[in-house]
């Protein structure tokens, strides 16, 4: 990807100015003196509109156009990624090299796929449904505490005591590493350890998510039996039955 070349100073300002004047259709002469024959091509390919609309303020980080706080912080984050070369969280051209780190780990795909929701915090949690008035209260209904996506997986008690307990088979993060980091607190956790590591976390945050869900649904303990985990030394068991 190398520049094809120079062209003249364009000092038009309006799209109207590349448009023949009582038309709707290009100028192509105009067209030859400011852009490339392979930019020209593709704007020839655009469709001119036959009403006289008015122009209008659109922000182009949503389909709608519209703006809104979340893709605005989003932006926010990539811009200060971009700026940041001591992590390998983005590339020099933005790509976010972390969210390859996840989608490589050995993991099923449905397990893959929770773990992109609870990263763009799209799990159906308390404090979700709470927001989009589906619920009046963001609490907790196991332990009482407020349930976004962090802790619905981490902090709750029934979460807590199957990371424990799993911890004496696989090697996970530090406790004082799962603490609230901010939003992207999954990704920070998948870019800084190794990817052994992740996937037995991200596992197990799959299965304390399943957990949450027949105890607050279902109002039961998960059905007496076991679920297989396969690593490279050993042969883990969780306990379906265990909280």
Same mark, same amino acid.
């Given at each position: 990807m190398s520049p094809i070349g120079s062209k003249r100073p364009c000092r038009l300002k309006w799209v109207s100015q590349l448009i023949r004047d009582g038309s709707k259709e290009w100028n192509e002469k105009i067209l030859e003196k400011f852009f490339h024959k392979n930019d020209i091509d593709e704007i020839l390919k655009i469709k001119i509109q036959r009403g006289h609309n008015e122009d209008e303020v659109a922000w182009h980080y949503e389909k709608t156009g519209c703006f809104s /706080?979340?893709?605005?912080?989003?932006l926010g984050m990539d811009w200060k990624?971009?700026?940041t070369t001591a992590t390998s969280s983005s590339n020099t051209n933005g790509e976010r090299m972390v969210w390859k780190k996840l989608w490589a780990l050995q993991l099923p795909p449905k397990v893959k796929v929770?773990?992109?929701?609870?990263?763009?915090?799209?799990?159906?949690?308390?404090s979700?449904?709470?927001?989009?008035?589906? /619920?009046?209260?963001?609490?907790? /209904?196991?332990c009482g505490g407020v349930e976004d996506g962090h802790h619905a997986v981490l902090m709750c008690l029934h979460a807590r005591?199957?990371?424990?307990?799993?911890?004496?088979?696989?090697?996970?993060?530090?406790?004082?590493?799962?603490?609230?980091?901010?939003?992207?607190?999954?990704l920070?956790?998948?870019?800084?350890?190794e990817?052994?590591?992740?996937?037995?976390?991200?596992?197990?945050?799959?299965r304390s998510w399943f957990v949450r869900n027949e105890l607050t649904h279902s109002n039961r303990v998960p059905a007496?039996?076991?679920?297989?985990?396969?690593?490279?030394?050993k042969k883990c068991l969780i306990e379906r039955g265990s909280r």
């Open positions: /706080v979340k893709s605005a912080y989003r990624e971009n700026r929770f773990a992109w929701k609870l990263a763009h915090n799209s799990l159906a949690t308390q979700n449904e709470a927001a989009r008035r589906m /619920v009046n209260q963001s609490t907790c /209904v196991i005591t199957l990371r424990s307990a799993m911890g004496k088979f696989w090697k996970l993060p530090s406790e004082d590493k799962l603490s609230y980091a901010g939003f992207e607190w999954l920070q956790l998948i870019d800084n350890n990817a052994e590591i992740m996937w037995h976390l991200i596992l197990i945050l799959w007496t039996g076991k679920l297989y985990a396969i690593s490279d030394k």
